[in-house]
């Protein structure tokens, strides 16, 4: 088995880098660590959440838009032979990454392959840290890059893959979407059925309710378009807002998301929602964001 720690990074491609980087900056308000060549390295963890300086959580480059890449940590920096390994065993293509795909993504080692709908992953040996506390460019209250969602052809399929091949476990279920954890966080990764590759949206922890709102409205005044939310899922428990970036990319803030502890474990059972019945915002706050199950609840039958 495959196993990992946490996401390390994404890398997801552009048309115009300037722009790029202009939108993690100045709205998203993350710091921008490095710019060379053609790409730009941003950060968004504190030290105080993650225990961590981690050298970068997200990499625009010039190129293709739909060009993403998931970046995994692994417990275990010897085991790339056992990732190689697994898989292969799995039917899924392995490259070892030469000298300079590693300065570029700033790791000792890695291994790239594909999920089996195609999406490019990536699982890093010793990657590197900065040393230097992160300063973010705009004071949204971040307080560290959570999780992803992920396009699927195949969520049942691709639900295999990640907790057969690799660790992580299944929290909950949406329809066919599985929220799957690697750590205590209720998810890291949660797999979306469409008919495309991808990421779907990039999550950041805030510190507060507050940081939330109050981004609500800055965002609001700057133009940017809100897609879901302010609202609360019942599914995990946090609170979000969901908002339109860099070719069609969507990112979200949210805050007190469900942890479910090592203690937890061996009692923990998945639940099942319906997409046709689940409210995925206690408030009420129309889903705008593409490739979401709509989560409306289905209208109440009054029986005279």
Not at 175 to 201: C, E, K
Not at 231 to 237: D, K, L
Not at 287 to 297: F, K
Request: glycine letters at 8%; aromatic letters at 10%.
């Amino acid at each position: 088995m495959i196993n990992l720690k946490d996401i390390r990074y994404l890398r997801v491609g552009t048309p115009d880098l300037d722009s790029a980087v202009k939108f993690c900056t100045e709205i998203v308000g993350l710091q921008l660590v490095a710019r060379e060549g053609k790409a730009a390295y941003f950060r968004s963890d504190k030290v105080e959440v993650r225990g961590d300086t981690r050298d970068h959580t997200l990499v625009y480059f010039e190129g293709d838009p739909n060009d993403h890449t998931i970046g995994f940590d692994l417990l275990d920096p010897a085991a790339l032979d056992i990732v190689a390994a697994e898989l292969e065993k799995a039917g899924q293509p392995v490259h070892l990454g030469s000298a300079e795909e590693c300065e570029r993504r700033r790791v000792k080692a890695f291994i790239a392959s594909k999920d089996p709908s195609g999406n490019k992953i990536e699982f890093v040996a010793r990657p590197y840290h900065s040393g230097v506390r992160y300063f973010p460019a705009r004071d949204a209250g971040i307080t560290e890059f959570s999780h992803i969602g992920l396009y699927s052809t195949n969520a049942p399929r691709d639900e295999r893959f990640w907790t057969r091949i690799c660790n992580a476990r299944v929290s909950d279920w949406l329809g066919d979407s599985p929220f799957l954890r690697i750590d205590t966080v209720h998810h890291s990764v949660v797999l979306f059925p469409a008919q495309r590759l991808g990421i779907q949206h990039i999550n950041h922890q805030v510190e507060d309710v507050d940081d939330v709102m109050k981004s609500y409205y800055f965002l609001k005044e700057k133009g940017v378009r809100i897609v879901y939310g302010p609202g609360r899922h019942p599914i995990s428990t946090a609170i979000m807002v969901y908002f339109l970036g860099p070719d069609g990319l969507t990112y979200e803030y949210s805050v007190g998301v469900k942890h479910i502890q090592r203690s937890e474990e061996a009692a923990h059972r998945p639940r099942q929602f319906a997409p046709d019945r689940y409210n995925g915002d206690m408030w009420g706050s129309p889903n705008e964001l593409a490739g979401m199950p709509l989560e409306r609840p289905r209208p109440m039958k009054v029986v005279v």
